[in-house]
């Protein structure tokens, strides 16, 4: 007897009375018709699936992001993050948008999935609840609010429990490394996409890895984070917090005052012992973050002359008077931090040493 070469005929019965759309010809009005495309059938260990590129506009209304609604937009507006949605869409129907990473999702017995081994033909109902999402939610949501269709690549997994269905999302979100922040600032440099915001930290932070008389030298780590060092994600959140400080400022100017300020704060750090503390994600952010209310002082006292002297005239006095354990306090975020630092700073510098100087 011969083999019947085709796959999951059981639960996926033929689709009388309709003739299959190829890619090619596939448009909004096919929207529940039946859709055929090349396909590969994967096997790993005791899991099988299909690899194949579908249309995004199929994709888009042929998929939702969980079973029980019956609305799939709503599915989509309830369930995800639509801004991220949008940002996918205008990268798409820029003309420059590439979206390489798989759909992943799970046939639903609507869908009436079957496979031909001989000819490697995927056909599918193109049903608006024809697939559950597993992995890829947002970039199928962008796809249905794109303008512009293009070519996705996609996993199709079949016969799938609810169970399966669910340890297979997981597994996928908790296993799967993100990309490390740090490396994303660097391909954003390289892809020529920087803000003028990212470009100035990224240029002050290199100048701050390099230099030599660098307050932070042998403290940073441009390329991951690493324990008891400043990663390039924690110095460009820092000093974004205090960016209008330096607007308008080229990059050898943030990094000469601010290197000053910093040598000054480590030298206070000092009077505790805690010069290594620096380094320190809380307190290297509570610190930037008083720089603003140092620098008024420094200021107003010696008519901008930003040197190492000058805020150290400011901040001994300061880290004299401020108890080890808070440098810094347990369990106090950077923006707590600095409030307790700034009535600090206030209190002693504005009465005792300003007013009365």
């Known amino acids: 007897m011969d083999r019947d070469p085709s796959v999951d005929t059981d639960d ?8 299959a759309t190829h890619p090619g010809e596939l448009g909004s009005a096919a929207e529940g018709r039946a859709f055929s495309g090349r396909a590969m059938l994967v096997e790993q260990g005791r899991h099988r699936f299909f690899s194949t590129v579908l249309p995004s506009d199929v994709l888009a209304h042929a998929c939702v992001v969980e079973p029980r609604n019956e609305n799939p937009i ?3 507006q309830r369930l995800l993050d639509e801004r991220r949605a949008r940002a996918i869409a205008k990268y798409i129907d820029s003309g420059f948008g590439t979206v390489p990473g798989a759909i992943v999702l799970s046939a639903q017995t609507r869908a009436h999935l079957r496979f031909d081994r001989d000819s490697g033909e995927l056909t599918f109902r193109a049903d608006p609840r024809a697939f559950l999402i597993i992995d890829g939610q947002h970039r199928v949501f962008g796809f ?6 293009v070519s996705a690549p996609v996993v199709i997994y079949n016969r ?15 296993k799967q490394k993100p990309v490390p922040g740090e490396l994303l600032l660097d391909i954003r440099r390289l892809s020529e996409v920087e803000s003028k915001t990212d470009a100035l930290l990224h240029d002050v932070f290199d100048m701050f890895f390099q230099r030599e008389d660098s307050a932070l030298n042998g403290f940073l780590s441009p390329a991951e984070k690493r324990k008891g060092m400043i990663s390039r994600v ?17 990059a050898t100017d943030v990094y000469n005052v601010f290197n000053a300020y910093l040598l000054a704060c480590r030298r206070g ?7 290594a503390q620096i380094a320190n994600p809380i307190l290297f952010k509570a610190l930037t973050l008083l720089f603003v209310n140092v620098a008024e002082r420094v200021a107003d006292r010696h008519g901008g002359q930003y040197t190492i002297t ?8 300061f880290f004299r008077r401020l108890k080890k354990s808070d440098l810094p306090r347990a ?10 630092y700034a009535k600090a700073l206030s209190a002693g510098f504005l009465i005792k040493q300003w007013l009365f100087a």
């Open 331 to 340: 369990g106090l975020t950077a923006s707590t931090l600095h409030e307790h």
């Open 74 to 76: 709503d599915g989509f």
């Open 310 to 317: 000058n805020f150290e005239e400011v901040m001994i006095p």
């Open 160 to 174: 799938l429990t609810r169970a399966q269905e669910c340890r297979l999302f997981m597994d996928i979100n908790t």
């Open 144 to 149: 249905r609010l794109a303008k512009k269709a």
């Open 12 to 19: 996926f019965a033929a689709l009388p009375g309709e003739d």
């Open 234 to 250: 924690t110095f460009n959140a820092a000093l974004r917090s205090i960016r209008k400080a330096f607007e308008g400022a080229p």
């Open 269 to 275: 750090l000092g009077l505790h012992d805690l010069d």
